[in-house]
């Protein structure tokens, strides 16, 4: 492949599909009411209450798992870019990214002050496992990403548990500190909200993140999204178009069996000390899978025009403020659901809360291609920016 990307020039596809995946990532927050998982006070009718659960199943079959894997690997696809540019300049980026990390790590503390299900932790930590990697070869990174991707931690807890059968996983760290977050986001003021957030509420977050496989997985996914990037697969070519067709085939192929193996194993399996390794793991794989064929399918999709349909294209401004509008979309979300604010946790079935989403997107949507026919990055974005370079 002889194409080349400059250093100013941006991939409508994946602004597309990252404003995409981001969208998915509001409409399950708001479905989870910002991790706020209390019974509502009121009776809904019993055909709302039907469309309710149709909608949770839905959304959640679809997304849930797939839009933060989605979000994940474009995120090592940006740092591909950002170290291919700096090292066309005769720049090593590797000390650069690593300080962008820990502006990260900043952003991410100011996104949970507000929301205790911050994933911007996660990343800023897990980024640095692509400082070690980066100047390695095509196959050595893929195989160093397939074996993550395969959780063997989980593995090793697994068959550790087939030769000790006393043995006894450790796990739900994370549950203390969920009930008392849950409280306080339920009954408390905006800065008991705040102070719970900043100390329960990472702990809760991050906690259940590692106990569910996503260190592995995250790091696997950003590795891969790299490797989509020195391969050029995001770049519209007949070697692209065969690899996306490869991709969807075979991972709709796969999603079948992992999906079965997901739903139907772990009833069979009667020793929780393999049960909950097993439970990590595998709905992992179905996830990756289902993640490949929604890329895929945008992917060709947009491939199929210039500029991608023009539902993709309205996603662009959305995904180039990425940054801005997960943040700001968290804020406007807990105001919205949590104590302090509107209380719609007690009111809002699954239904209310894709339409509170939308609301929310439309909003944001609005604000941000107002903001970039202004100026050229999103406010969040431009002092990430600005601040890496310092």
């Known amino acids: 492949m002889t194409q080349t990307l400059k250093t100013t020039e941006r991939l409508g596809v994946v602004d597309a599909l990252r404003g995409f995946a981001l969208l998915a990532i509001v409409l399950l927050h708001n479905l989870e009411?910002?991790?706020?998982?209390?019974p509502l006070e009121c009776t809904l009718p019993a055909w709302l209450q039907t469309v309710d659960k149709y909608a949770?199943?839905?959304m959640f079959f679809l997304f849930a798992g797939k839009a933060y894997a989605t979000f994940s690997l474009l995120f090592g696809f940006s740092f591909y870019i950002q170290?291919?540019?700096a090292e066309k300049r005769g720049t090593d980026f590797r000390g650069r990214f690593a300080w962008r990390m820990c502006l990260l790590f900043l952003f991410a503390q100011l996104h949970a002050l507000f929301y205790n299900g911050d994933i911007l932790l996660l990343y800023a930590v897990v980024g640095f496992a692509l400082i070690p990697v980066c100047k390695l070869k095509d196959k050595a990174v893929f195989w160093i990403a397939v074996i993550l991707l395969l959780q063997p931690y989980e593995w090793g807890r697994a068959i550790y548990a087939m030769i000790n059968p006393?043995?006894?996983p450790v796990t739900g760290h994370y549950i203390p500190f969920a009930k008392l977050a849950e409280e306080v986001t339920a009954t408390g003021s905006f800065?008991?909200?705040?102070?719970?957030?900043i100390t329960d509420g990472q702990l809760y977050s991050?906690?259940?993140?590692?106990?569910?496989?996503?260190?592995?997985?995250t790091a696997a996914l950003f590795m891969f999204g790299?490797?989509?990037?020195?391969?050029?697969?995001?770049?519209?070519?007949?070697e692209s178009l065969r690899f996306w067709k490869r991709m969807l085939t075979g991972a709709a192929i796969a999603f079948i069996p992992l999906h079965c193996l997901r739903v139907f194993v772990p009833e069979l399996i009667t020793n929780p000390s393999i049960l909950v390794p097993y439970k990590i793991a595998v709905p992992s794989y179905a996830n990756f899978a289902f993640m490949i064929v929604l890329v895929s399918v945008f992917t060709l999709l947009w491939f199929k025009k210039d500029t991608g349909y023009s539902w993709q294209s309205l996603l662009i401004p959305y995904g180039r403020m990425s940054l801005t509008n997960y943040i700001s979309q968290s804020i406007m979300g807990v105001t919205i659901y949590y104590g302090f604010g509107l209380a719609m946790y007690k009111y809002a079935g699954a239904t209310g809360s894709l339409l509170i989403a939308l609301l929310i997107f439309t909003v944001q949507l609005i604000f941000s291609r107002w903001w970039l026919a202004r100026h050229k990055q999103g406010p969040l974005e431009f002092l990430w920016r600005k601040g890496t370079w310092i």
Not at 206 to 217: A, M, P, S, Y
Not at 226 to 238: P, Q, V
């Open 166 to 168: 006393e043995y006894v």
């Open 191 to 197: 800065f008991e909200v705040l102070r719970s957030n």
């Open 206 to 217: 991050n906690i259940w993140q590692v106990e569910n496989g996503r260190l592995f997985q």
């Open 83 to 85: 170290f291919h540019n």
């Open 33 to 38: 009411h910002y991790n706020l998982f209390l």
């Open 56 to 58: 949770w199943d839905t």
């Open 226 to 238: 790299m490797l989509l990037g020195r391969r050029k697969y995001f770049m519209k070519s007949e």
